[in-house]
């Protein structure tokens, strides 16, 4: 099973800021099937990037992915205040699991 | 457009069973990769295992291999998750989600979520 590792845990930011989240595998994603989800307080997951980089339907462009193998990061540019979530990393590749989740709080 | 209702909270005795049903609708069921994922209180999320109701056949976690059952009704275009011989730890809410294809594709539809509380 693969085991993704989330960092940081938190990240305490202000509107405005440029949001940097990781995503580490322990071997690589095949064909980078990687992807993101935000969530927020008793709301189902929002898938936000697929295949590592590709953005979901509807998500701004403030939104990248990048990363291949085994690293793999979220970037949130000029953070809007419904930004503030919890984000996960997923992969896809070989069975399915999740990252333990990133929250993105406002400083 | 994909949605994904879920049935409704339940509160169970330990060493009991539950099953979770998601109804989906807008789009063609059968065809479809349905996936159940949970997350305890505070935690991350879990996947527990998927089905293909074309195919019929269901994958499972590891971890909840020989307790989770998932099946899937087509004429009814629902699917259903049943956990068996609970314990607190299952206590969290409990979601399908939809797959963006049969395999190599991540969840863009998730129902509501169901919360199953596991007490005594």
């Known amino acids: 099973e693969i085991v993704l590792t989330q960092s940081p845990a938190t990240l305490s930011l202000s509107p405005g800021e440029r949001a940097t989240l990781s995503c580490g595998a322990s071997?690589?994603?095949?064909?980078?099937?990687l992807a993101w989800y935000q969530q927020k307080p008793g709301l189902a997951p929002r898938l936000v990037i697929y295949d590592a980089s590709s953005r979901a339907t509807g998500i701004p462009d403030r939104f990248s992915g990048s990363g291949s193998g085994t690293d793999f990061t979220l970037t949130i540019n000029r953070l809007e205040p419904e930004d503030f979530a919890v984000y996960y990393c997923q992969q896809y590749g070989s069975s399915l699991t999740f990252g333990g989740g990133t929250k993105v709080e406002i400083k | 457009q994909v949605q994904l209702v879920q049935s409704g909270a339940e509160v169970k005795k330990p060493g009991s069973s539950v099953k979770v049903s998601c109804k989906a609708s807008g789009g063609t069921f059968s065809s479809y990769a349905i996936s159940w994922v949970r997350q305890a209180p505070g935690q991350g999320l879990e996947w527990m295992g998927g089905i293909i109701p074309i195919f019929g056949t269901a994958n499972y976690a590891q971890k909840f291999q020989g307790r989770v059952t998932i099946t899937a009704d087509e004429s009814t275009s629902t699917a259903y998750m049943e956990l068996s011989s609970l314990r607190s730890e299952d206590t969290a809410v409990y979601y399908c989600?939809?797959?963006?294809?049969?395999?190599?594709?991540?969840?863009?539809?998730w129902g509501q979520g169901t919360l199953v509380t596991v007490s005594s």
């Open positions: 989600a939809k797959r963006g294809g049969y395999n190599s594709a991540p969840f863009d539809y």
């Open positions: 071997q690589s994603v095949s064909s980078n099937y």
